[in-house]
């Protein structure tokens, strides 16, 4: 659907695997895919949330994505019977099976990730997916910096929410180090409360941020989820 450009779960697993390691440096990395998947779908279109302090989520349009990972994430809410909040998605999404080496093999297709494996205490193997092209997300942090390092106020939607998603699991402080991320916090603020973008996708980044706390909160919490 958008070419060269990468989705936001794809984004996010960029800028959390270690380079040459392959593994997450953040912890509960599926709830952070949840949010990020979900906000996929609020942007795009095809759901919404409430108006109420519920924020339930209502299926807008039923087309699918086209990405595997999303599709698989959207069936789960078109096919379900309840009226859902969006806490709850977030739980239930990260719940799916390999719904991270599921992430990872799509940036695996598209020769970013290498698949492979490793031992630990020699005994035990693990999955991981060390970078082999450095290119996109090089790209991905330059287009983060520009946005929170400058004073532009022509930030895109994409960009905006994905400075949301980052900020609420700390990749902003891991990606760009500490203290020049304290130095940004008005700037990051303004950019995630919705001042720098336009009154048409205003109410669509505000719901994007709701996923990205939700995603803080289910990570903190970490729920069961029952059927």
Known sequence: MYGDTLYFYEEILLLALKDEAGVTSVAYIEQSIAGALLAELILAGRIALSEDKKKTVTVVKAD??????????????????????????????????????????????????????????????????????????????????????????????????????TQGIDLLRLTFGAKEVKARKARIEAIINGEIAGNAIREVIEACNMAAVMTVMVAVIIPTVVT
């Not at 390999?98 to 630990?120: E, S, Y």
């Not at 942090?141 to 400058?150: E, G, K, V």
């Open 64 to 165: 699918p994505m086209g990405d595997a990972v999303i599709d698989s994430a959207f069936d789960m809410i078109k096919g379900d019977k309840k009226s859902r909040k969006l806490n709850d998605w977030v739980s239930r999404i990260a719940a799916i099976s390999d719904l991270f080496h599921t992430a990872a093999g799509q940036l695996c297709a598209r020769g970013i990730l290498k698949a492979d494996q490793d031992k630990i205490l020699l005994f035990f193997t693990r999955r991981i997916y060390p970078e082999i092209n450095p290119i996109p997300e090089n790209k991905l942090i330059d287009r983060l910096r520009l946005a929170i390092f400058s004073d532009s106020r022509e930030i895109d939607p994409r960009t905006t929410v994905l400075i949301s998603l």
